[in-house]
């Protein structure tokens, strides 16, 4: 498995996926604000999702700030991200790329991609296109047991599965 999050974590950088550098200064103004504001939600969602980021901006900008404040206070993976969900534009792999921002040592962006690379590696059964908070907790437990393993943050082992998947991957991606 480490071979795999080596390898796969260079071509990352070659896929259409959120850029971890983005995320970085993302969660850095984060964690010194407290909060996000709507634009920054919008924006990283856009980086995320741009077909479902235009549904950002229908959020109130104080709920945006109320939300991303309590994910703070929240414990719990599905809490958390069942909390970020209740904002307009917000599904779980969206949800999960604001996580990440905060805290890249404790979770991961996932999607359809990275779904399918814990599938074909056993860790999870069968494909799925649309997540929900208990599907992100499904992902990030064998996530998060591969970083233990391989010494990677689970940020890192999830963006090395979402690029093994994009190489691997033979037809479409729905």
């Known amino acids: 498995m480490d071979e795999l999050i080596d390898t796969y974590l260079d071509v990352y950088e070659q896929t259409q996926g959120v850029l971890p550098g983005r995320l970085e200064e993302l969660g850095a103004t984060y964690r ?12 990283l969602a856009y980086e995320n999702s741009t077909r479902s980021a235009y549904h950002v901006e229908s959020n109130p900008p104080d709920r945006c700030r109320e939300v991303t404040a309590n994910v703070r206070t929240v414990e719990g993976d599905f809490s958390q991200i069942q909390l970020l969900t209740g904002l307009s534009g917000f599904k779980a792999p969206t949800a999960s790329a604001v ?15 990275v779904w399918a ?3 074909r590696l056993d860790y999870l059964n ?15 437990e064998p996530i998060r047991s591969i970083a233990v393993e391989s010494g990677y943050t689970p940020a890192e082992v999830g963006y090395a599965l979402f690029a093994y998947d994009e190489d691997v991957r033979e037809g479409t991606l729905h």
């Open 32 to 43: 010194e604000q407290g909060h996000l504001t709507r634009d920054q939600l919008y924006d």
């Open 99 to 113: 996580l990440t921002a905060l805290d890249p040592t404790r979770h991961a962006v996932v999607d359809t991609r």
């Open 117 to 119: 690379s814990l599938d």
């Open 126 to 140: 069968g494909r799925k296109e649309s997540f929900d908070a208990a599907d992100y907790v499904a992902m990030i």
